[in-house]
């Protein structure tokens, strides 16, 4: 594949001279482009563009495709059908209901603001849903609540700065569509993973004001959210669906794509002679975009060089990326040349490349399979420590003891050796106990099985397998045993996500104890049962305050965030030397690893300098309900310990305790010790 400014030639260009529109098709023999009020103009084909000067045209005037071609069981032409442009960067739905293109005015002063350089050891990544995150905030103005305005408003950046946020991922922005089944059912997409376009932002997100004015005044609002949170010195990460598109499946709604070249731009069946034609879908969504031709992966790469360029966006978290990495065969290649655009392309270095790394076609669990410049979200950090602090700590409660040890603890600790090579290092992996698409963390300590019932499928939908544990009592609850217990449970989920190595992810509103009410797949969810909730509650500024102090602890610990996996018998900088301890305060054994009666360690950090000074650290862990006796390790070059946070509340954070010194700890804890 060749690297072309694609961007720059298709879709239509306002420039010097006349007007000029372009679009891609290897299969059509007509193509004319409406411009409402002002005409239709026929293009002239070369290779698979189709270009022609379109005199006239300004910004805010709205436009269609006309697209004819030959029949076959891989096509959908229609010359009578108006498609959307998929390079659109302005979509609008039309007096007849259809969705069309809007021609933008690009223009926009960043007075000077730059992207934030922040390094990704530091990185501290917040994946938020715009309308979720501050529709429910007082403190924002009513008519900016669940809007890109409101995301850019001082109450949320003071928000994302108190508790530590680096790196905001926003869930995407493309503009979408409801699919057409929920549409029927009188219910809407909340989360926007059904992309009609790949240039536009979504028009509901923008305020009213913007709304009203057109989508240039949509982009432009667009913009100046991410200058504002630029100038606040917090990046901005989208969450990109470039698997599928919302034509969904074989007569699903077309659209744009299926209308224009449908027989190249999505996976086709292998099926015999005779059978009706069928899409090869790796998504679960009806469709999946063929990424092996050109045409479809200069679409990819042109979008993500407009966001990253023209907007300013700091990176790209990418919706079933293994989808984009198969091959003309459907298999998954990690030298898929798109793949290797999107890591090397000039206008992408400097960009914050976050993969899922799978998708739900056969061999489709790709975790740690992406190569150096990507990172991964972690699903295996997320079951080790719901297991360990949740699963196992109710199996103790029922039978006396769990089924497992700590070593799998220790190893997403420090950063999933066992996944990530030398090579990539522990920052190849997002870890995250929580996301988008599951329990919210309030309802992980408070619901032992899903309560779906509101998505209209009768609780069919959504994963089984949650790890979850609702501490005696099924939902919310007064009693203050158990929401004593499940706090107690947050504060170690949060603090093993903020104190491993690697780059965390918060989910937006845990630190809020957001709750979905036991809806683990709240996509079709309305707002006023899933928001941020803002009000003033104890327990949510207990949690709040946790997570921020955890927060500071790892940017004030480079030992805690290591670049680098150590390699024996080497110094590594970055790297940070472990030593690890039992409770007896000696060097741990191999039976304290493995048997499931001995869950606790002392974890003995130190860092090799690189950028920052030297640093150590004592994270004590234990994951029992018993009451456990911890010795503090001897070692020459500590004088004592002083406990820098806790899970337990109301512990003694002030004096020095000597080396050798009996710690207690009651009941299920991590505990992080500053060393003199």
């Given at each position: 594949?060749h690297?072309t400014a ?6 239509f260009i306002l420039?010097?001279?006349?007007p000029?529109?372009s679009?891609r098709?290897?299969s059509a023999t007509?193509?004319s482009v409406?411009?409402?009020g ?9 290779g ?7 005199p006239?045209?300004?910004a805010?005037?709205?436009?269609h495709l ?5 029949a076959?069981p891989r ?5 009578t059908r108006p498609?959307l442009?998929p ?6 739905r ?11 005015d ?5 007075g000077g603001?730059?992207?934030p ?9 917040y994946e938020a ?9 007082p ?16 109450s949320?950046?003071a928000?994302l ?11 995407p ?20 993973y ?5 240039f536009?932002?979504h ?6 004001g913007?709304?009203?004015?057109g ?7 667009f913009k100046?959210m991410?200058?504002?949170?630029h ?9 990109v ?13 077309t ?10 731009r ?8 005779g059978?009706p ?5 790796t998504t ?5 975009l063929?990424?092996?031709?050109e045409?479809t992966a200069?679409?990819i ?12 966006v ?11 990495g ?10 898929h040349p798109?793949?290797d ?7 992408l270095?400097d960009t914050?490349?976050?993969?899922e ?11 740690g ?5 990507t990172?991964?979200w ?14 196992d700590?109710?199996?103790?409660r029922?039978n006396?003891?769990?089924a497992?040890g ?8 420090t950063?999933?050796?066992?996944l ?14 929580t996301?988008?698409?599951?329990f ?15 998505n209209?499928e009768e ?10 544990f609702?501490h005696?009592?099924?939902?919310d ?9 499940r706090?107690?449970?947050m504060r170690?989920?949060?603090a ?5 190595a690697?780059v965390?992810m918060l ?6 104890s957001?709750?979905?009410h036991?809806?683990?797949n709240a996509?079709?969810v309305?707002?006023d049962?899933?928001p941020v909730?803002?009000s003033?509650?104890?327990d949510?500024?207990a949690?709040?305050s946790?997570v921020?102090s955890?927060?500071r ?6 030992a ?9 018998g080497q110094e590594?900088?970055?790297a940070?030397?472990?030593s690890?301890y039992?409770?007896d ?8 690893w493995?048997?499931p009666?001995?869950r ?8 090799t ?21 911890i010795t503090l390790?001897v ?5 004592g310990?002083r406990l820098?946070?806790?899970s337990e509340?109301?512990r003694?954070?002030?004096r020095?305790?000597?080396?050798g ?16």
């Amino acid at each position: 594949m060749h690297e072309t400014a694609i961007d720059e030639t298709q879709g239509f260009i306002l420039g010097a001279g006349v007007p000029r529109f372009s679009v891609r098709s290897a299969s059509a023999t007509a193509v004319s482009v409406v411009v409402d009020g002002r005409g239709t103009v026929p293009l002239t084909q070369s290779g698979d563009v189709w270009s022609g000067e379109v005199p006239g045209v300004e910004a805010g005037d709205t436009y269609h495709l006309l697209v004819d071609g030959p029949a076959g069981p891989r096509h959908a032409f229609d010359p009578t059908r108006p498609l959307l442009d998929p390079y659109a960067r302005g979509i609008v739905r039309g007096a007849d209901s259809r969705w069309t293109g809007v021609v933008v005015d690009d223009a926009f002063d960043w007075g000077g603001v730059v992207k934030p350089t922040t390094p990704l050891d530091r990185t501290v990544v917040y994946e938020a849903n715009v309308r979720t995150l501050t529709a429910a905030n007082p403190a924002v103005p009513e008519h900016l609540r669940g809007t890109y305005a409101g995301i850019a408003h001082e109450s949320t950046i003071a928000h994302l700065h108190r508790i530590g946020v680096t790196t905001l991922e926003l869930l995407p922005v493309h503009a979408f569509d409801t699919e057409r089944w929920l549409r029927d059912a009188g219910r809407e997409n909340a989360w926007g993973y059904n992309t009609l376009g790949f240039f536009a932002p979504h028009t509901a997100h923008a305020s009213p004001g913007a709304r009203a004015e057109g989508a240039s005044a949509v982009l432009r609002e667009f913009k100046g959210m991410v200058r504002l949170l630029h100038a606040a010195g917090i990046q901005v990460v989208l969450d990109v669906v470039y698997n599928h598109t919302a034509e969904e499946g074989l007569g699903g709604p077309t659209s744009s794509l299926r209308g224009i070249d449908g027989a190249n731009r999505y996976r086709w069946a292998s099926l015999p002679d005779g059978e009706p034609a069928a899409y090869y879908d790796t998504t679960g969504c009806g469709n999946t975009l063929d990424t092996s031709v050109e045409a479809t992966a200069d679409l990819i790469v042109d979008s993500l060089r407009y966001w990253a360029r023209d907007v300013q966006v700091d990176g790209f978290r990418f919706d079933l990326m293994a989808a984009l990495g198969r091959d003309a065969d459907h298999v998954f290649d990690p030298a898929h040349p798109l793949l290797d655009r999107i890591r090397n392309h000039p206008d992408l270095q400097d960009t914050l490349i976050i993969a899922e790394p799978w998708d739900v076609g056969p061999d489709g669990w790709k975790t740690g399979s992406f190569g150096t410049r990507t990172s991964e979200w972690n699903d295996g950090f997320r079951n080790t420590v719901r297991q360990f602090w949740l699963t196992d700590i109710a199996e103790e409660r029922r039978n006396g003891a769990p089924a497992h040890g700590i070593g799998r603890l220790a190893d997403a600790l420090t950063g999933s050796r066992s996944l990530f090579d030398t090579a990539r290092g522990p920052l190849a992996g997002i870890n995250f106990v929580t996301a988008h698409d599951g329990f919210t963390l309030l309802d992980l300590v408070s619901y032992d099985g899903k309560h779906n019932e509101a998505n209209g499928e009768e609780n069919r939908d959504g994963s089984n397998d949650n790890r979850s544990f609702n501490h005696g009592i099924e939902g919310d609850t007064a009693d203050r045993g158990v929401r004593a217990a499940r706090g107690r449970s947050m504060r170690n989920l949060a603090a093993t996500l903020m104190l491993s190595a690697g780059v965390p992810m918060l989910t937006a509103g845990d630190e809020r104890s957001r709750t979905q009410h036991g809806n683990n797949n709240a996509y079709v969810v309305s707002d006023d049962l899933t928001p941020v909730d803002w009000s003033d509650d104890e327990d949510a500024e207990a949690m709040t305050s946790a997570v921020a102090s955890l927060a500071r602890l790892r940017a004030a610990h480079p030992a805690l965030r290591p670049t680098r996996f150590g390699v024996e018998g080497q110094e590594t900088p970055g790297a940070s030397r472990m030593s690890w301890y039992g409770p007896d305060g000696q060097p741990m054994t191999l039976e304290g690893w493995d048997q499931p009666i001995h869950r606790a360690l002392q974890y003995f950090a130190e860092s090799t300098p690189e950028h920052e000074p030297f640093d150590r650290v004592l994270v004590v862990v234990h994951g029992s309900g018993r009451t456990r006796d911890i010795t503090l390790p001897v070692r020459e070059d500590v004088v004592g310990y002083r406990l820098a946070w806790s899970s337990e509340k109301h512990r003694d954070h002030e004096r020095l305790r000597p080396a050798g010194q009996v710690f207690t700890a009651y009941g299920p804890g991590i505990h992080v010790f500053e060393i003199a």
